[in-house]
């Protein structure tokens, strides 16, 4: 399959010190990835608020699970930035980055995918103190940017895709300076392929692509609590492919390319049998 | 721990600023400053002292308490560049608790350029892979007089754009290809990083740099 593939992603940045020497390794001379570009999901806003004393803060959709009393990001997770940011979590973006700077080096590309869900401290009525203002949540993700710029010049950016932003995130992106990003990602949960719409119900692929400006990064193939759903066939159809390309999508990851009758060196396959019918990306 | 704002879940707070932010827009070159005061009941009894000014600029004066005010900080910044900056100040309180406050500060100086997009992004399985970019300005005498590739394996030619502003094509270089027929080797590079540099006779933005980023393996040469 490494010969079908450009990116992959590993698990998720903040959920082990361990990360950047596992992913370095995998893509240093003589791994099994060499070459391709690794695309992290960083989540240390949350990850770091599952533990912080007096926060336990679980995912929005995790029904506090362990968390007593109850909270999650939904109603704690913009207290915790608001008095977490400067103690715990950008110094925990100055780590990964400065490990990721170590194991990696500072010459080959590396996507980092900002904060899945960072949304829903902003939108969320049900935060403690209040969401946070569009100012807050600009200057929040600007300071870490630059703190992950700072050690790794090879970092490039992905704003998150929450497909429930209304109108499809054009207020959202309007706090934002967005010179700062070279693609919008989605980040967990399972996205259609074959649909205008990134879930359904919810916002348009294209429609994302037009309030941010931004090619998108696609991944599919999350299940319940973060497993795997196994592979996602519907992306391995070049029509709907190319209709997701029209609409701005210019990669997909699967979190887990397999199932009962496929492999990863069969889904290789796959890929190269419709390669020669996916159309190119236009210039964005 | 630096605290944003110190505020029980109902009622008054014990310490805070007024506003949680102070952002700035300013055009390039002039200078903008904003108040905020403290808030809660604490106010009158914290001193403030700056800790911290992370990352350096703003200018931090503490304002003493008036008849009317309570005390507080002026930020003062300057644009000495176009876009968008962010950070903190930290505030020893001189109260007990909390010990410390923490103030978001922003900068934001508009430019004459427009650059779409900002950040080009290349697909090197496209069977011409490239990007171009539109340069316009706000400004009637514009005139980009030259694009630079600063880094990558990039290469970058401008023309006028019959719509107005400028056409910046970058493509990969021809140098830069790879060697053979056929599919790219399994273990092949797949992405490059590179700068773009557009040099003009913008007073704010001279010299204008933009990341490139490509993905996939070089063409064949």
Redesign the interface.
Known sequence: V??Q???FTSGWIGSSTGLAQSVCKEIASGGAL????PALVSYIIAFTGRNAPGYCLSDCNANNAGCSPASDLCTKGAAWI??????TILPMYVQYAKLFAQYCGT???IIWEMEPDYYQYFATSTQ??GPL?G??A???M??MI?AVKQYLP?A?FSMDISPWEPGNGCNWYSNF???E???TATSGGGTLANSANIRSGQNTWAGQHTCS???ILADTGYGAAGGSAGLDTAWDDATNINARIANGV??ITQYNPTNSSTTVAQWGGILGQI?PNIN??P?? | ?????A?P?DGEPLLAFSS??V?LTMAFGETASQEVRLVGKLAGAASLRVVTVN?PGPDVAILSAEADKPAGVRVSDVGRRV??????V?FATGVDDPKEL?L???RKVPGNLTV??????L?L???EP???VRVTSSRKDFQLTRAEILDGPFSARVERAPSGGYAVHVTPAKSAGREGQG???????????GKLRLVSNDPAEPNKDL?L?A???LPRR
């Open positions: 490494t010969s593939i450009d990116m060499h070459g391709k570009v608001r008095n977490g940011f400067t103690s010459t080959t590309p403690q103190g203002t100012a807050e600009a200057n929040y600007s300071q630059a090879n490039v300076d967005m010179t990003f070279t693609f400006g931004k090619p210019v990669s390669r190119s990306v210039c964005y | 721990m630096a605290v944003a704002t505020r879940e949680r932010t952002d990352p876009g968008y900056e962010a950070g903190q930290t923490t978001l500060y922003s779409d997009p900002t950040n080009p992004y697909d399985r496209a069977p490239g990007v171009v599919e790219p080797g399994p273990d092949s590079q797949r992405g490059f990083l990341p980023f993905l996939g393996p």
